[in-house]
């Protein structure tokens, strides 16, 4: 539709409205413009009401022209806008969008990222848990190229828990968003660039070395650091190392040397070799993270020498004649040997660590001879070198050590099977240990340890994002709320160990946790990390055993949303239970419970009304706030306004 005279008829009213309403009789150009639109009045019923407004501009009985005359005016304008268009010379241009691939533009309307925006754009704490909140709820919003710019600038964010978060979800996103962090990257900035090396490290690995090295080279203190720590994917750059460890101080100079640990070639054997031979302990510090032969064998010859030096003995036979000054003197010579003894298990058990993930012939002989002076050290650091490397002689040694010394070394040996065997071949060489009545029980009258099964358990988690199971470097008793996977399961997990875990005899025992939010013990911790969303048969189970759990022990919040993933239905009683004090009533934790139990005003006031009736004259603090909940709850304030 060609709206040329509309525009013109706007054009002339407008004209009238300049020039005063007492000449628009004698304007016969705008009587013209008039006379133009009659065929788009005969077509539209707009357009007629546009037309029959201007007409009565002209009569002579308008007595309101001024009024007329800007209702038409404002009806024009409307009717123009709706059918507006823009347009520009010239050839269409795919826009520029520094090397992201695929769909860059999601269709995501302004109001999902509206709190997102103003949670990126603003100042404080309280920021983090909306961002947190909307990317596990609402993924797709970050997923926006226009959501990546805020991300990018988050990485500066005065609030470093922030910061930490969005990086670890950049560096999610692989290489298309590299050329994005690359962009007004400053050599000389503070922890924000310092921050996108690392992940630029963590996606591309040696690919961007020559960016490193640039980093490197024009960086200040934190990029510095950065940079010269992600040099070590390339060999090629153990002549710049070296020089950087003489030249560098503080942290800059720990970077290099730790990026020198992961380099091979006689030159940096050499240098950690002369190294090793002064400052042994530090040295095997630095050598703790790396994998490589070389490293393995210098750990091993430390290790050797160290054993054959001896273990200071801390006994002393009794001399026949005591005078005071004689046991003053035994003492000190008691305090002595045991002090060091003490730096001599100290110093090994440093050396023992740096073992871990190592697997040189060298380093797989001193297993024996350090379990010899440390037995309870040994184990772990095999599981940690199983994880780690998963190297065949590695395997072969768990189960060396395994038939050698039994149950001690269960964990390394059921880990090994996990990373190399079938699901179904680990299940039945293992399940027995988790059976209270199962065949070695049978055989040899003794109940069987299930200890190193269930640290390998601890160790184990679902990752439903990869739909795959991994292992992490964790132990049960640090049960961070994000574990790091370190090497995904090739064969998975058999679902038949569910229903021995979700029914092991010890899985009531209480245990630490840090606060009312987390599991009510250890073993919960390791359950839920096992939990799969997607296999149906287990929610019933799963359901069942937080319930169960929580009525033997203590309610926690994160107990209380894990039945409500599995869908359970009965929640009785779970306030009661939270009071296990004879002289109290944890209001805070009942508090906390009341806005995550799935339960009308109604039923959440008959539970408080129960707990108040069986512990009114037992208890003195607490019962008045719960009667004062009970009644708000039955008077309809909601749950947050209590």
């Not at 296999?535 to 894990?562: C, H, N, S, W």
């Given at each position: 539709?060609?709206l040329?005279?509309v525009?013109?008829?706007?054009?002339?009213?407008?004209?009238?409205?300049v020039?005063?309403v007492?000449?628009?009789?004698?304007?016969?150009?705008?009587?013209?413009?008039?006379?133009?639109?009659?065929?788009?009045?005969k077509?539209?019923?707009?357009?007629?009401k546009?037309?029959?407004?201007?007409?009565?501009?002209?009569?002579?009985?308008?007595?309101?022209?001024?009024?007329?005359l800007?209702?038409?005016?404002?009806?024009?304008?409307?009717?123009?806008?709706?059918?507006?268009t823009?347009?520009?010379?010239?050839?269409?241009?795919?826009?520029?969008?520094f090397?992201?691939?695929?769909?860059?533009?999601?269709?995501?309307?302004?109001?999902?990222?509206?709190?997102?925006?103003?949670?990126f754009?603003?100042?404080?704490?309280?920021?983090?848990?909306?961002i947190?909140?909307?990317?596990e709820?609402?993924?797709?919003?970050?997923d926006?190229?226009r959501?990546?710019?805020?991300?990018?600038?988050?990485?500066?964010?005065?609030?470093?828990?922030?910061?930490?978060?969005?990086?670890?979800?950049?560096?999610?996103?692989?290489d298309?968003?590299?050329?994005?962090?690359?962009?007004?990257?400053?050599?000389?900035?503070?922890r924000?660039?310092?921050?996108?090396?690392?992940?630029?490290?963590?996606?591309?690995?040696?690919?961007?070395?020559?960016?490193?090295?640039?980093?490197?080279?024009?960086?200040?203190?934190?990029?510095?650091?950065?940079?010269?720590?992600?040099?070590?994917?390339?060999?090629?750059?153990?002549?710049?190392?070296?020089?950087?460890q003489?030249?560098?101080?503080?942290?800059?100079?720990?970077?290099?040397?730790?990026?020198?640990?992961?380099?091979d070639?006689?030159?940096?054997?050499?240098?950690?070799?002369a190294r090793?031979?002064?400052?042994?302990?530090?040295?095997?510090?630095?050598?703790?993270?790396?994998?490589?032969?070389?490293?393995?064998?210098?750990?091993?010859?430390?290790?050797?020498?160290?054993?054959?030096?001896?273990?200071?003995?801390?006994?002393?036979?009794e001399?026949?004649v005591?005078?005071?000054?004689?046991?003053?003197?035994?003492?000190?010579?008691?305090?002595?040997a045991?002090e060091?003894?003490?730096?001599?298990?100290?110093?090994?058990?440093?050396?023992?660590?740096?073992?871990?993930?190592?697997?040189?012939?060298?380093?797989?002989?001193?297993?024996?001879?350090?379990?010899?002076?440390?037995?309870?050290?040994?184990?772990?650091?095999?599981?940690?070198?199983?994880?780690?490397?998963?190297?065949?002689?590695?395997?072969?040694?768990?189960?060396?050590?395994?038939?050698?010394?039994?149950?001690?070394?269960?964990?390394?040996?059921?880990?090994?099977?996990?990373?190399?065997?079938?699901?179904?071949?680990?299940?039945?060489?293992?399940h027995?240990?988790?059976?209270?009545?199962g065949?070695?029980?049978?055989?040899?009258?003794?109940?069987?340890?299930?200890?190193?099964?269930?640290?390998?358990?601890?160790?184990i988690?679902?990752?439903?994002?990869?739909?795959?199971?991994?292992?992490?470097?964790?132990?049960?008793?640090?049960?961070?709320?994000?574990?790091q996977?370190?090497?995904?399961?090739?064969?998975?997990?058999?679902?038949?160990?569910y229903?021995?875990?979700?029914?092991?005899?010890?899985?009531?025992?209480?245990?630490?946790?840090n606060?009312?939010?987390?599991?009510?013990?250890?073993?919960?911790?390791?359950?839920?990390?096992?939990?799969?969303?997607?296999?149906?048969?287990?929610q019933?189970?799963?359901?069942?055993?937080?319930?169960?759990?929580?009525?033997?022990?203590?309610?926690?919040?994160?107990?209380?949303?894990?039945m409500k993933?599995?869908?359970?239905?009965?929640?009785?009683?779970?306030?009661?239970?939270?009071?296990?004090?004879?002289?109290?009533?944890?209001?805070y934790?009942?508090?906390?419970?009341?806005?995550?139990?799935?339960?009308?005003?109604?039923?959440?006031?008959g539970?408080?009304?129960q707990?108040?009736q069986?512990?009114?004259?037992?208890?003195?603090?607490?019962?008045?706030?719960?009667?004062?909940?009970?009644?708000?709850?039955l008077?309809g304030?909601?749950?947050?306004?209590?």
């Amino acid at each position: 539709m060609n709206l040329d005279v509309v525009y013109e008829l706007r054009e002339r009213l407008e004209t009238a409205a300049v020039a005063g309403v007492n000449l628009i009789m004698e304007d016969f150009r705008l009587k013209r413009a008039v006379q133009q639109v009659e065929p788009f009045a005969k077509a539209s019923p707009v357009f007629q009401k546009i037309y029959g407004m201007a007409g009565k501009l002209l009569t002579p009985e308008c007595e309101d022209r001024a009024g007329v005359l800007l209702d038409t005016l404002g009806l024009l304008d409307a009717v123009l806008c709706t059918q507006g268009t823009t347009g520009a010379q010239g050839e269409i241009q795919e826009p520029e969008t520094f090397g992201l691939e695929g769909n860059v533009y999601q269709s995501v309307s302004y109001g999902r990222l509206a709190a997102v925006l103003e949670a990126f754009r603003g100042t404080g704490g309280g920021r983090y848990a909306v961002i947190r909140d909307a990317y596990e709820e609402d993924p797709q919003v970050f997923d926006d190229y226009r959501m990546k710019y805020w991300m990018v600038r988050a990485l500066g964010d005065s609030y470093g828990e922030l910061a930490e978060m969005v990086a670890k979800w950049l560096a999610k996103d692989g290489d298309p968003v590299i050329p994005l962090l690359k962009k007004g990257f400053v050599p000389d900035g503070k922890r924000e660039m310092a921050r996108r090396v690392e992940i630029i490290e963590q996606i591309a690995g040696s690919r961007e070395n020559e960016f490193y090295r640039y980093a490197a080279r024009e960086g200040g203190k934190e990029i510095k650091e950065a940079a010269l720590l992600a040099l070590r994917h390339d060999l090629s750059n153990v002549d710049l190392l070296l020089d950087c460890q003489k030249s560098e101080k503080g942290k800059c100079k720990e970077a290099a040397m730790r990026a020198l640990s992961y380099m091979d070639g006689e030159e940096t054997a050499r240098f950690w070799t002369a190294r090793m031979e002064k400052r042994p302990e530090e040295t095997a510090e630095y050598l703790g993270p790396s994998d490589r032969d070389w490293a393995g064998d210098l750990i091993a010859d430390a290790l050797e020498d160290w054993i054959a030096a001896g273990i200071p003995e801390i006994d002393f036979k009794e001399e026949q004649v005591k005078g005071k000054e004689t046991k003053e003197e035994r003492a000190k010579e008691r305090a002595k040997a045991k002090e060091e003894h003490e730096n001599y298990k100290r110093r090994l058990k440093l050396l023992w660590n740096a073992a871990a993930g190592k697997h040189s012939e060298k380093i797989c002989g001193c297993y024996e001879k350090v379990y010899q002076i440390m037995p309870k050290e040994v184990p772990s650091v095999l599981s940690q070198s199983v994880i780690r490397s998963c190297d065949p002689s590695l395997c072969a040694l768990a189960e060396e050590m395994y038939e050698r010394h039994g149950d001690e070394f269960l964990e390394p040996v059921f880990l090994a099977s996990v990373l190399t065997a079938s699901a179904e071949e680990t299940y039945e060489r293992f399940h027995e240990f988790l059976k209270p009545d199962g065949i070695l029980r049978k055989l040899t009258g003794k109940k069987q340890d299930a200890t190193g099964v269930l640290y390998g358990f601890a160790k184990i988690v679902y990752d439903e994002e990869e739909e795959k199971y991994g292992i992490t470097l964790e132990e049960m008793n640090s049960p961070v709320r994000q574990r790091q996977v370190n090497r995904w399961i090739p064969g998975g997990i058999d679902l038949r160990w569910y229903p021995l875990l979700l029914n092991y005899p010890g899985r009531f025992a209480s245990g630490r946790r840090n606060s009312y939010s987390m599991y009510r013990n250890y073993y919960d911790w390791m359950v839920a990390k096992l939990y799969r969303p997607d296999v149906e048969e287990l929610q019933e189970p799963y359901g069942k055993f937080f319930y169960e759990g929580a009525l033997r022990l203590t309610p926690t919040t994160d107990g209380i949303q894990m039945m409500k993933r599995c869908g359970w239905k009965n929640y009785t009683g779970l306030l009661a239970a939270c009071v296990t004090d004879g002289s109290s009533i944890p209001s805070y934790l009942i508090r906390s419970l009341l806005s995550e139990i799935p339960m009308t005003n109604e039923e959440l006031a008959g539970e408080l009304d129960q707990m108040i009736q069986q512990r009114k004259g037992k208890v003195t603090n607490g019962i008045t706030i719960m009667e004062h909940w009970r009644d708000g709850l039955l008077s309809g304030v909601p749950v947050e306004k209590l």
